[in-house]
Every structure is written in structure tokens, then in C-alpha cells.
């Protein structure tokens, strides 16, 4: 009989389809990203059930910015609110929380709330919620060959010490394992930029419904599918 798998340790999530959805109910979109909000709370309620350790959402891509104006504004209020009323339910489940992508790009007021709950989650390990801000997995590679590059110039490191470990400890995601599970919703079948590096050898879980139809048991479903896998990592299995 077929070995079920382990649960995943780490699941990513691109979560798509909130413009889609409140189009599809007459509403403005920053009602479909509102809404969208609530779907996070069900993913970390079902990966709490679940046992997974590492829960990283793409909340808004290096390529985001070109949205228009009164959107971008909208989502980055949203994020606000959100940083705002979440660190005492973050505590009470204890979720450690971090932020991954160009940080420094962000407002300055969004930087200090981030980091006001970074520090006031730190101590917490039952599940790492890491939300990618301003994130592009090109940006990530490019800012860790950087800092790899200066290394080497200041003799700290020769070109052979660059070993995929050591390329992995310079990208944002240090210190995680790699996505076992990719799930993306409203069905489009693309990375649109995402920790192109760590998805590697993850799993795809791809659904139809929008993020804010994402409930608990949609999550619980996915990785109910994932642990019926294979996963070979190019062996013979
Ligand atoms: C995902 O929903 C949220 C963000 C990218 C911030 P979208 O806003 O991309 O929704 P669609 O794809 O237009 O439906
Ligand atoms: C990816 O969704 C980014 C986030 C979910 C934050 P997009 O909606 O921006 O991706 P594309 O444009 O469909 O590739
Ligand atoms: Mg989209």
C-alpha cells in the first residue's frame, strides 16, 4: 500500500481571485481584498488543526505597484489595519510573524508596525506566519547575490564556498524550510514571481475558487491532497 505523506511543514499560498470576486458581486475591488483578509484567519486556523509549522502568503509583489493608485493605497491600509488588531490573537495561538521582501520600500509607519509585531511574536514557535511585502523572487536573488558578491570582495567567502546552502542562507527565506505545498488560487496556473528559488520541488495545488471563498476546509482539503502524493525528488522510487 501507498505510504501517506506527513503533513506539510511548510505551505505557501499565492492567494488570487480578490479583484475577480468582487467584480463578480458588483463590488469595488478593495472589497474583494477586504474580504480576502478573512480567508487568511481560515488558512491559519487550518494549518493550526493541521500541525504545519510555516505558513508564507503572498500578500503583494514586487510588480503590484503598477496597479492603480487608490489600490495600492487601499491594500497598504489594509495591511495596517490588519498589523494593527492582530498581534493579541496572534499570541493566543502563538504565531511568530515576519515579514519577507523589499521592506525598506515600504512606508515608514508600515515598517515600524511590521516590526513592532516581529518583536512581540518572536518567542512563538508553534506556527511562523511570514507574509511577502514588496516581494519578487528576482529582487530576493539579485539582493543575495549582492550580499554574497561583497562577501567574496571582502575575502570573507571564495566562489567555491557558494554552495546552494550558502545561496539559500542569503535569501529572505533563511532560517525556513522550503515549501512542501504551493497552492494558488482562482486558478491561474503561474508563479507570478514567487520564491522561485525554494518551490523547487514543492507540490502544486492549484483551485478554481477565489481567496475570499478560501475557507478552513478548502486549506484542509489541499492538504489532504498532498499528503496522497509522491514525491521523488528525481529518484527512482
Ligand atoms: C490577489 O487578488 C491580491 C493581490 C494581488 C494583492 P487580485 O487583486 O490579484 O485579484 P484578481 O486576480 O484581479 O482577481
Ligand atoms: C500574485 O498575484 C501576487 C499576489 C497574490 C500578491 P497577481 O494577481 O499579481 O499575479 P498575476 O498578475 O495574475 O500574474
Ligand atoms: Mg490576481
Known amino acids: 500500500m501507498k505510504k501517506k505523506l506527513l503533513p506539510p511543514r511548510h505551505i505557501a499560498i499565492v492567494m488570487d481571485g480578490n479583484g475577480r470576486w468582487a467584480k463578480e458581486h458588483g463590488l469595488p475591488r478593495i472589497k474583494g481584498h477586504e474580504q480576502g483578509a478573512h480567508s487568511v484567519e481560515e488558512s491559519i486556523a487550518a494549518c493550526l488543526e493541521a500541525g504545519v509549522e510555516f505558513l508564507t502568503l503572498y500578500a503583494f509583489s514586487s510588480e503590484n505597484w503598477k496597479r492603480p493608485q487608490l489600490e495600492v493605497q487601499g491594500l497598504m491600509l ?39 509585531v516581529r518583536r512581540a511574536t518572536a518567542h512563538h514557535c508553534k506556527l511562523t ?3 511577502a511585502l514588496n516581494y519578487g523572487a528576482r529582487h530576493e536573488m539579485i539582493d543575495a547575490l549582492r550580499a ?24 529572505y527565506t533563511a ?32 483551485v478554481k475558487k477565489y481567496w475570499p471563498d478560501f ?21 527512482v522510487r
Open 148 to 171: 554574497i558578491v561583497g562577501k567574496v570582495i571582502q575575502g570573507a567567502l571564495t566562489p567555491e564556498e557558494i554552495t546552494e546552502e550558502v545561496f539559500s542562507q542569503h535569501l
Open 129 to 131: 506566519l511570514t507574509l
Open 78 to 116: 489594509l495591511l495596517e489595519h490588519y498589523l494593527h488588531h492582530k498581534i493579541e490573537e496572534m499570541n493566543r495561538h502563538e504565531i511568530r510573524f515576519q515579514a519577507i521582501g523589499r521592506l525598506s520600500e515600504l512606508s515608514s509607519n508600515i515598517q515600524e508596525q511590521l516590526e513592532k
Open 215 to 235: 475557507k478552513k476546509n478548502d486549506l484542509l482539503e489541499a492538504i489532504e491532497a498532498y499528503q496522497q502524493r509522491e514525491r521523488r525528488f528525481g529518484e
Open 175 to 206: 532560517h525556513m524550510p522550503d515549501p512542501d505545498l504551493l497552492v494558488r488560487t482562482s486558478g491561474e496556473h503561474r508563479l507570478s514571481n514567487f520564491l522561485l528559488w525554494q518551490l523547487s520541488y514543492a507540490e502544486f495545488y492549484i
